[in-house]
């Protein structure tokens, strides 16, 4: 894995590159042998502040704030500045997303009128 200042993370996600910061880290998670999700964490695997899944080619930000540092480090890892390409969940949809090792299982509600809504786990 390779070391890196912070200040040059956002090119290792942006190419989905293992990658050590300072209290910042990007790895891919493997599901049955396959790349399933790369995911960045801020400060450990508490706080996972971006998350692509491989099979949808989607890209997961974590809309929750932490502390300066944290927001810095989503800063510095911007996967896109298109901000429509990214979905935002909170922490622990996050941490559902990384524990399934995909969005398997977790729905989007109707966006009938327009709004985003947040994910819901399925029963």
């Known amino acids: ?19 050590e910061g300072s209290n910042l880290y990007g790895e891919i998670l493997c599901s049955q042998g396959l790349p399933a999700i790369y995911v960045v964490y801020s400060y450990g695997t508490h706080f996972p502040i971006y998350i692509y899944e491989y099979l949808t080619e989607s890209w997961y930000g974590n809309n929750d704030k932490r502390s300066r540092s944290t927001t810095k480090h989503q800063a510095q890892c911007l996967p896109t500045y298109d901000n429509d390409a990214i979905t935002w969940l909170s922490t622990n949809d996050m941490k559902e997303v990384v524990f399934r090792r995909g969005i398997t299982g977790i729905v989007r509600a109707p966006e009938s009128d327009g709004r985003r809504y947040p994910y819901r786990r399925t029963a």
């Open 1 to 19: 894995m390779a070391k890196i200042a912070n200040r040059d993370a956002r090119e290792y996600v942006q190419h989905k590159q293992e990658f």
